[in-house]
């Protein structure tokens, strides 16, 4: 596989460098969402919608760790690729340690915050009873992994940009495998409930830190680290930080979403609309890891190429990502109304109410899927293209235009506000981030062509 820094990008075409980013990204964050998927499938067969509404309300806890790590990921992701298109490759040890440390203390700070806050933000979810037991045990076992959740998170990404993107997706692939075996073996046959969910995933997730740093620390390494190098540059963690924000905000933003609606169900329905609203959460994400593996793909030919000052190429590749976003999400959608019982069969099999629930909540929630996928990419658009604040601004944006639709809907048509409400805000969204994003492009492009000879 040809390295970005011995061929340059301009001599590949624009779909090879694509495909080449895009499916390895796509098959990691499809391996990734494993982790749930699964979880949810043995939850839901062996222990029932209590399981899945209190695993529904655990993951909003826990989430923004993950977010920690791809804030981490991708900020110090995108500056590796930048400073490669610039062809500053001594700098690649620093970023690196750098953003070692961000993450260790990340981790320190997730650790208390989970610890101190866990009871209370589940019940400000509504929960109770076995739903609010259920939900500790499996927040309980990631309180205290909170550094091998942070790190699974990020090193893909870090992987992916010291130019192995299949070895990030190989290493996802066997977290995934070792998570499968175990949720089996620990819920299935031994019983152990969420915290064998729980226990399963962190095993995964501590397997997949230890052979990444390995890997970081091997020779197949693009990373020079016989030059000289300081652990910690204060300047660069800024810049980290400052670049994956929005990635953050982006969990942050779900993270709390999916709690409120948790909350919302919980008040004008039941736990079971909860347990429903966890299914078609499963089934909207396994869309979303493939628009977010599209957009992760995205970023690091995209930073390449504005370091190295090809903007045709990045609005060819930018194009080619929206094209392929939208057709796969609006597939995604014919399917899953075409074989709703087919789908929602995977987590249940025993309870036709639930059943019931979960079909009305995908006519009604998952209609503008692809919009959410174009949110995304326009996000990590701005980031790849050294623009933070854009990206801030578009992840700010997308939890702050939802929240008016979950205050007022429900309160007039009751729980159909709460499923009808993120497909309104996406398509009201997409009305100020399309233009963004179209005139960035336009300006850029009038930019490079006043200099250009």
């Not at 992987?159 to 066997?174: C, G, H, K, V």
């Not at 919980?266 to 994400?285: C, D, E, K, R, T």
Request: glycine residues 8%.
């Amino acid at each position: 596989m040809a390295a970005l820094s011995a061929v340059p990008e301009h001599t590949q075409s624009i779909q090879k460098t694509f495909w080449r980013y895009t499916l390895p990204a796509i098959a990691a964050m499809l391996v990734n969402g494993l982790y749930q998927i699964v979880d949810g499938i043995f939850i839901g067969h062996y222990v029932g919608f209590e399981g899945l509404a209190a695993i529904n309300m655990a993951w909003p806890v826990i989430y923004f760790m993950v977010g920690f790590g791809i804030m981490v990921g991708m900020g110090s992701g995108s500056l590796l690729s930048i400073q490669r298109g610039k062809g500053n490759m001594e700098t690649a040890p620093t970023i690196l340690t750098s953003s070692m440390i961000v993450m260790l203390l990340l981790a320190v700070v997730s650790c208390i915050i989970i610890l101190l806050t866990s009871t209370t933000l589940l019940q400000a979810q509504g929960a109770v009873g076995m739903t609010l037991k259920m939900g500790q045990d499996y927040i309980a076992v990631f309180a205290w992994g909170t550094i091998a959740t942070i790190l699974a998170s990020a090193l893909p990404f870090l992987i992916r940009n010291d130019e192995s993107p299949n070895l990030a997706t190989a290493l996802m692939a066997l977290g995934a495998v070792i998570n499968i075996v175990l949720d089996y073996l620990l819920i299935g046959v031994w019983g152990i409930g969420l915290s064998g969910a729980a226990l399963a995933t962190m095993t995964a997730q501590i397997t997949v830190c230890i052979l990444g740093l390995v890997y970081f620390s091997s020779r197949h390494s693009q990373i020079n680290w016989s030059k000289k190098f300081t652990f910690f540059n204060l300047a660069y963690s800024q810049k980290i930080l400052l670049l994956g924000s929005s990635s953050l905000f982006m969990y942050l933003y779900t993270s709390f979403v999916f709690a409120l609606h948790n909350r919302l169900f919980m008040q004008y329905g039941s736990p079971l609309i909860v347990g429903a609203f966890a299914i078609v959460g499963y089934l909207m994400v396994l869309y979303y890891f493939v628009a977010e593996g599209i957009a992760e793909g995205l970023q690091p030919p995209v930073s390449y190429y504005y370091g190295a000052h090809e903007h045709a190429n990045i609005n060819r590749m930018f194009k080619l990502s929206v094209s392929v976003t939208l057709i796969v999400g609006f597939s995604w959608i014919v399917l899953i109304n075409m074989f709703p019982k087919l789908m929602i069969g995977l987590f249940n099999h025993s309870n036709p109410a639930l059943t019931a629930e979960a079909v009305s909540g995908i006519r009604m929630h998952l209609f503008t899927m692809p919009l959410d996928g174009f949110i995304a990419l326009a996000s990590v658009y701005f980031m790849a293209t050294e623009q933070g604040i854009k990206a801030l601004f578009v992840a700010c944006s997308n939890m702050l235009v939802q929240l008016p639709f979950l205050f007022f809907l429900p309160q007039f048509i009751g729980v159909n506000g709460v499923w009808l409400a993120m497909p309104l805000s996406n398509i009201t969204l997409c009305f100020i981030v399309g233009p963004l994003v179209y005139f960035d492009i336009k300006n850029r492009q009038m930019k490079f062509q006043s200099q250009t000879p």
